[in-house]
């Protein structure tokens, strides 16, 4: 009978520490709960901090490269800020004396064409209308008030220009010339400013421009064939060869 008795009470008091136990448990699971969804909500929070920090740091690294580029652009416009200033203290410079340069030009202009006339009237006589026309045309620019003082001395200088060419060039043209008491057509010859010669139509006579006579002087006939391959030179009817001409000796100067 006291055995029977122990086992009844054994009985309840192992319900009483299961009901214990499984109390304890459900708490130790209930906290356990609230510490992972604590955890959950800091990682939760973490990431969003990680998140906003990698954005922020993303547009650091975006603003710092403008910041650097704007670096390099305004060092940029300071030097052409620097060069547009030099520029218009020389520009201003230039426009204290544009005044007294523009009154310079047309005297200048005029010595020059002056100097151009008398080098053309002591040069050989070679296309005389047409340098006399240039030197007519230049003078009328010059004594027009509507032309620049700037257009003035352009054509002056494209004058002594055009002669320049002259003399590095050989060419030829018809014209009338006085041989003896006559007048006669003929073809020109002029090789640079070395020789001035002549050759009629016919072939019959062959002259050079003698530049201490000022005529026109009859050469021997061993020259015919020699004026007329240069005139065929100067037509570009012949490739261009030597020519064996008699050339004036150079003056001494003194």
């Not at 929070?45 to 305004?74: F, H, M, P, R, W």
């Not at 002056?156 to 055009?162: P, R």
């Not at 007048?183 to 400013?193: A, C, H, M, S």
């Amino acid at each position: 009978m006291i055995r029977h008795l122990t086992k009844l009470i054994l009985i309840p008091l192992l319900v009483v520490f299961s009901l214990s136990t499984m109390s304890q448990l459900d708490s130790v699971m209930d906290e356990n709960k609230d510490r992972t969804k604590a955890a959950a909500v800091s990682q939760a929070k973490i990431d969003s901090t990680q998140i906003k920090t990698d954005k922020a740091s993303t547009e650091y690294k975006s603003v710092s490269k403008q910041i650097e580029g704007l670096k390099v652009y305004n060092a940029q416009k300071r030097k052409q800020i620097r060069r547009q200033i030099e520029r218009m203290r020389e520009i201003e410079k230039t426009m204290k004396y544009a005044s007294v340069l523009q009154r310079q030009i047309p005297p200048l202009a005029r010595r020059m064409h002056a100097g151009l006339e008398q080098f053309v009237a002591l040069d050989l006589p070679f296309s005389s209308g047409e340098r006399t026309e240039r030197l007519k045309f230049i003078k009328d620019a010059l004594d027009n008030p509507t032309v620049s003082p700037a257009e003035k001395l352009r054509q002056v200088l494209e004058g002594f220009d055009i002669e320049a060419e002259y003399g590095r060039k050989i060419d030829t043209y018809k014209d009338t010339i006085l041989i003896g008491d006559k007048e006669r057509d003929v073809n020109i010859l002029r090789v640079g400013r070395l020789v001035l010669a002549y050759q009629t139509s016919d072939q019959d006579r062959t002259g050079i421009w003698n530049k201490e006579s000022k005529t026109w002087e009859r050469l021997p006939g061993r020259y015919r064939g020699v004026v007329r391959d240069g005139i065929s030179m100067a037509k570009k009817l012949k490739t261009v060869d030597m020519l064996e001409l008699p050339v004036p000796a150079a003056e001494i100067v003194k």
